[in-house]
């Protein structure tokens, strides 16, 4: 067999970029960890004027300042031998309202990947995995990697383009986020619509708890509330909109829990079905952002399903046909994509 040493320098070339991007999710974490980046942003600094800002040892800093001028995070100047971030990288690691704020997606990373082990078993055995097993770091780290884009894109695009829901949460509404997790979009729209009522549901209790606190430290006691409960049972009646979250192809049972949410909806009201990005076919898929879910799904989404009754595993990519059949054949009469981002669609079905 002849190689192309063309073919196969691309393919080295393509090693190297990610086997820096690997250990990069440990670096990013420290910066994050640290407030390096935050710091930062504040003006060009040394190595030595940095680790004073931030009380950390100016050696280990200088490494790490090193591994961040070199994957292109942070700027270097050779001649005043100063590290600064240029308003794109203040905008995507220093800044955590904007709407790109990346390290909560490093921290999900780091945290999937001590599941590693475990899940090489799983291919073996083909046992589950539950959310609630995994690191810290995922829960964690899930929230603030999504509630930017949450923050972004919910309530200018995703609310805005069902079927007047968006009149409902104004004039006062009921509504259920289920598979809430840390209650990052519950919150958001708490915030936005005051005249409407919000009760978040996830089987995780340690998400829960963590979601109560944010809601207290919000001032949304009286208004939110959170509560450990499996989406196939989930309590109340007339929801006048649920909404899930990223979550329901994490499911074993998506139908029995798209069945729950049709008992539980007004007869008017509205499901919004919010799930990664992803086309039909496989060969679709075959990109940046299908590497990125495709194997988030390997270690979280997948045998978290597989852990639960049923087990369906319809995995992150599953597309929007598969959606389908899963909600209508739940008994839900009306289902479309209602809008989408480049790493979210958005479905709205009705009863
Ligand atoms: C990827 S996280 C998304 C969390 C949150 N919706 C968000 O967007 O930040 C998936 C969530 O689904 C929850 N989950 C998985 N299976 C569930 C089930 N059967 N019932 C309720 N929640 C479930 C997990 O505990 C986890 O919080």
Not at 2 to 10: I, P, V
Not at 33 to 43: F, H, I, P, Q, T
Not at 48 to 66: F, I, K, P, Q, V
Not at 72 to 98: C, M, N, V
Request: hydrophobic share 40%; glycine share 10%.
């Amino acid at each position: 067999m002849a190689l192309d040493a063309e073919k196969l320098n691309t393919f080295l070339g393509q090693f190297v970029t990610d086997l820096g991007a690997a250990v990069h999710a440990g670096m990013v974490v420290i910066g994050e960890r640290l407030g390096l980046y935050k710091a930062l942003a504040g003006g060009p600094m040394t190595s030595s004027e940095l680790a004073a800002n931030t009380g950390t040892d100016e050696r280990y800093l200088r490494e790490w300042l090193s591994s961040q001028a070199a994957g292109g995070y942070i700027t270097y100047d050779a001649g005043s031998h100063k590290f600064s971030l240029t308003e794109e990288q203040a905008f995507t690691l220093a800044r955590e309202d904007s709407p790109a704020y990346l390290p909560g997606a490093f921290q999900l990373a780091l945290g999937a990947l001590a599941a590693v082990p475990r899940i090489a078993d799983s291919f073996r055995s083909g046992a589950g995995m539950g959310w609630h097993e995994h690191d810290d770091g995922v829960f964690h780290g899930c929230e603030k990697f999504f509630r930017p884009g949450y923050a972004a894109n919910l309530m200018s695009s995703w609310i805005p383009a069902l079927h007047g829901v968006k009149e409902k949460l104004e004039t006062g509404a009921r509504v259920a986020d289920v598979g809430c997790g840390l209650g990052a979009s519950t919150i958001l729209m708490a915030k936005a619509f005051p005249n409407s009522r919000f009760f978040g549901f996830d089987y995780h209790d340690k998400s829960i708890a963590a979601a109560r606190e944010s809601a207290r430290r919000e001032g949304l006691d009286g208004r939110v509330s959170f509560d450990v409960s499996p989406a196939k049972s989930f309590p109340g009646k007339d929801y006048d909109f649920v909404a899930v979250f990223d979550c329901l192809h994490d499911m074993g049972d998506p139908v029995g829990a798209a069945r729950h949410v049709r008992q539980s909806l007004h007869p008017d009201g509205t499901w919004m079905i919010v799930e990664p990005f992803a086309n039909d076919q496989l060969k679709d898929n075959l990109n940046p952002v299908g590497r990125v879910y495709y194997s988030f799904s390997t270690l979280l989404c997948t045998p978290c399903s597989r852990s639960q009754e049923v087990g369906l595993c319809l995995g992150a990519q599953s597309g929007e046909s598969r959606m389908r059949e899963v909600v209508t054949s739940a008994g839900f009469s009306r289902f479309r994509r209602a809008t989408e981002t480049p790493f979210n669609l958005v479905y709205e079905a009705r009863p």
